[in-house]
């Protein structure tokens, strides 16, 4: 089926075409840019909910929880659940699927996994565009739920429009060494597993650490949770509903989808010239200068500097893969 054709039918609610279509950014298709042109005037209405922390926190199960909340008010949902660790799609993501699964038969909720499998490196920017997509169909609420406290989840989290951070009462360690990042990019802290020893002693300490932020004007909260029975998950999703509301009347959404915007114009160039490069590469187009390379009879800077004075060849790669 024609790409233009997945896109129509997603927007029509097609959900085997939104898939479909899920499967065609993740990888990078050369129609990426395309598809996600034509989807774009359908995005903006959508927000989106980051939940991370450490493995075995709890966050699948509170995602469970807050999808349960939203759909008894009518909102539609969609969940990327995002293992930077994983090449495959497997361990943490298929418990995830089971236990995700009460959503599963309700066609207001779609799931998808997403590992460093497929995305070429750029997992932070496939959960972007696979968010957009989700947007694009419909969606009020995206939750973006992402294992482990790196780098990588610290720039998925920057795909959110409100951050939860999932610790648990034992997360004394966690805490002392919690990259400064993920302090900075919590809008809500959970200490989940309420019920267990520690839960009030980590709030304390985690309120201590918020002091030392600069103030935003936003008072992150530090909220205890039992995602396994759902108390205080009421008062998580208001949390974010009030971060929300904070956001939208400080104009903080707005300097953060500015800057989100520019980020991605420059991103999508990027990837546009490298993938054409590449493509007149391996079609042929620089045989002759690549042998002269390879040979070491021309220096690879000289010959790039060369290159990118010559608008003949430029204009060359620029057509190739169009
Ligand atoms: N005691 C207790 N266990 C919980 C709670 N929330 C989740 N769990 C359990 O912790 C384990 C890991 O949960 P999961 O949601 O998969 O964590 P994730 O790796 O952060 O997604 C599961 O066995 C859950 O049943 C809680 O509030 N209290
Ligand atoms: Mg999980």
Redesign the pocket.
Known sequence: MRTTELVERMLAGNRFALAKLITLVENRHPDTALVLSAVHQRCGHAYVIGIT????????????RLVAALRAQQHSVGIIAVDPSSPFSGG?VL??RI?MQSHYLDDQVFIRSLSTRGTHGGLARATRNVAQLLDAFGKDFILV?T?GVGQTELDVMGVADTTIV?LVPEAGDTIQTMKAGLLEIADAFVV?????EGALRIRTELEMMLQLRPATGWKVPVLL?????GKGVAELLDAVLQHRQFSRTSGGSDAHRAAARQEEFIEVLQEEISRRLEASLENGHFTGLLQQIKRGEIDPYKAALRMMADEESLRVVLRTGQ
Request: charged content about 30%; overall charge negative; proline content about 7%.
């Open positions: 922390g450490p493995p075995g926190a709890g966050k699948s199960t509170l995602v469970d943490a418990g995830d236990r739920e294992v999932v989940n597993k309420a019920d267990r949770t039992e995602a396994t029975t």
